[in-house]
Nanobody, 123 residues
Framework: QVQLVESGGGLVQAGGSLRLSCAAS????????MGWFRQAPGKEREFVAT????????LYADSVKGRFTISRDNAKNMVYLQMSSLKPEDTAVYYC????????????????WGQGTQVTVSS
């Protein structure tokens, strides 16, 4: 069973950048598909990006395509989300997720979750 801990959130002005990190432990990291999701106050959790076990395939939500980049380092048991050209509507708690088999955008399908890290984008 894998444990996930996110970091790197904070307050940034619109147009700025942040890099989120997610540290995994307790499992064989390379066996997990990794994803990032976010949840704004009063809204349902939504898909941001996923990356395959070997980094060969990535998938992005239309709302972040071209601005966010997901990557992973299997040697360090880390997954990252580089966010640029941030907008106020990107404000949310960002969650790291893992699953051995599912690589899609439905958050219900992911088995493991971190505690989240707050990202706030001011206008």
């Amino acid at each position: 069973q894998v444990q996930l801990v996110e970091s790197g959130g904070g307050l940034v002005q619109a147009g700025g950048s942040l890099r989120l990190s997610c540290a995994a432990s307790g499992g064989t990291f390379s066996m997990y598909i990794m994803g990032w999701f976010r949840q704004a106050p009063g809204k349902e959790r939504e898909f941001v990006a996923t990356i395959s076990k070997s980094s060969g395939r990535t998938l992005y939500a239309d709302s972040v395509k071209g601005r966010f980049t997901i990557s992973r380092d299997n040697a360090k048991n880390m997954v990252y989300l580089q966010m640029s050209s941030l907008k106020p509507e990107d404000t949310a708690v960002y969650y790291c997720a893992a699953d051995k088999y599912y690589s899609g955008s439905n958050y219900h399908e992911y088995d493991y979750w971190g505690q989240g890290t707050q990202v706030t984008v001011s206008s």
